[in-house]
């Protein structure tokens, strides 16, 4: 059994190896490591609400469909919103569809006749999740409204996360985007100034949500870089890129005049679409940011990224996918 001690020593080695510092000295697009220049004429996308292109959360245009034209790569998007890894672990089964019991298998069976395969040395393959595992109903309220008491871990989650590569790779993908997750404790639903909202209007200490939302949201992704620098070695012919969305994120919300355009005053706190609910009530006073302001504001509602910082993750993502060197990206193989 590891000690606590030498697990915390695993957690900052992980924490430093992909932060935007170390992650700069990382990356490559050459050699044995990476995707080749040109490469890449698939994207393959899954995840949650932070990436589905049918039911969109940022009040415009997805991520994936703006990599699409970036990159001039052909889109399949299979990300749905309320996903989380696996229904087995965190969420009410049927209620939303899930990474394993849904996105994947639409996939294969997508790609099952010889029409619907896509040739694997020309597709990537990406995944952004974690926010539905890790937030309430979840691991951080450590209950779930249906099923009461979840028996799911923070392990069991990222173990959940790491084996969509095992997974994919059975089936014969070979170039994989693994996205980290944002530092939730800033979004509105899990910031310390947060406000009863469309996600949560019961009572709560809003200070302990954001600190513990930090925790297990560092925690997580310490583990995942760990899992995935195992198992890289140990998947012949495949490229596993992480994708430091956490970081991007932090300097997002550090740095806005370097990413946010509009015509408002910039704003990373507040939310592009705001609805103030009573506690426990069903009444709410809702407003919406329109036209060219909405792209001052970071998140565009109390849990979701807004637009303009989804135009950011895309013009990253493309670079990745047109085997440009990118600061936010380290490839394990």
Known sequence: MVSSKVFLQLLSVALFAFSPAAAQGNNTSSGSKGLKPGQIKNLVTFGDSFTDTVEVHNGGTQWPVYVAGYANVSLHPYARSGAACSNNLTTLPQAFPSLF??????????????????????????????????????????????????????????????????????HGARNFLFQNIINLEKVPLYATDSWPNRYWNAQR??????????????????????????????????HIGIFDSHSLFVDMYNNPKNY????????????????????????????????????????FDELHPSEQADRIVAREVAQVTKGVTNQWTTWLS
């Open 101 to 170: 019991e849904n996105e994947l298998p639409t996939y294969y069976n997508d790609t099952a006749s010889a029409t619907g395969k896509l040739d694997p040395a020309k597709t990537l393959y990406t995944l952004w999740i974690g926010t539905n595992d890790l937030g309430d109903n979840a691991l951080l309220t450590g209950t779930s409204k249906e099923l009461g008491t979840s028996k799911a871990s923070l392990v069991d989650v990222t173990k959940c996360i790491v084996n969509w590569v095992q997974d994919l790779y059975n």
């Open 205 to 238: 200490n809003t200070t302990e949500w954001s600190v513990f939302m930090r925790e297990l949201t560092l925690s997580a992704n310490a583990l995942t870089s760990l899992q995935l620098q195992a198992l890289a070695p140990t998947l012949q012919g495949a």
């Open 260 to 299: 946010l355009n509009g015509t408002a005053p910039l704003n990373v706190d507040g939310a592009v679409s705001i609805c103030v609910y009573q506690l426990n009530g069903d009444q709410s006073n809702c407003t919406e940011v329109e036209g060219t302001d909405r792209d001052s504001y970071l998140w």
